[in-house]
């Protein structure tokens, strides 16, 4: 009995051993797939294309653009917070105003 225990762990042993082997073996495998795809000449005209595209970005005027856009809606805000700020003033003089006229109401009918 203590002879088939032993033939299954040596078994076992060496089916982990051979999964081991497999593993590294398809690493390696991999690793020099990722390689040659690194090194492939598609990679390289990928890379010089991406280059191409970053350059011609930096060449064109989008960032000064999107600058001008940015400081022009700055300004757009600035003058409607202003003119916000007018408004609500006339609103709240308006308010005042009616709050004054409507006390003046009320006393005038407390004194009657």
């Known amino acids: 009995m203590k002879n088939s225990e032993n033939q299954s762990d040596d ?3 060496g089916l982990v051993e051979k999964a081991k082997e497999l593993a590294d073996k398809a690493e390696e495998i991999l690793e ?3 390689d040659k795809v690194r090194n492939s000449e598609t990679m390289k005209k ?3 294309f991406i280059e191409e595209k970053i350059e ?3 060449k064109s005027e989008v960032k000064e653009k999107l600058k001008n856009f ?3 809606i700055e300004e757009k805000a600035e003058d409607l917070l202003e003119k916000a700020k007018i408004h ?3 609103f709240a003089d308006k308010a005042e105003d009616v709050a004054d006229d409507l006390a ?3 006393r005038g009918r407390k004194k009657k």
């Open 104 to 106: 003046n109401s009320l």
């Open 70 to 72: 940015a400081d022009k």
């Open 56 to 58: 011609d970005f930096e």
């Open 88 to 90: 609500g003033k006339k």
């Open 46 to 48: 990928a890379g010089d």
């Open 11 to 13: 078994k076992l042993k």
């Open 32 to 34: 020099d797939a990722a």
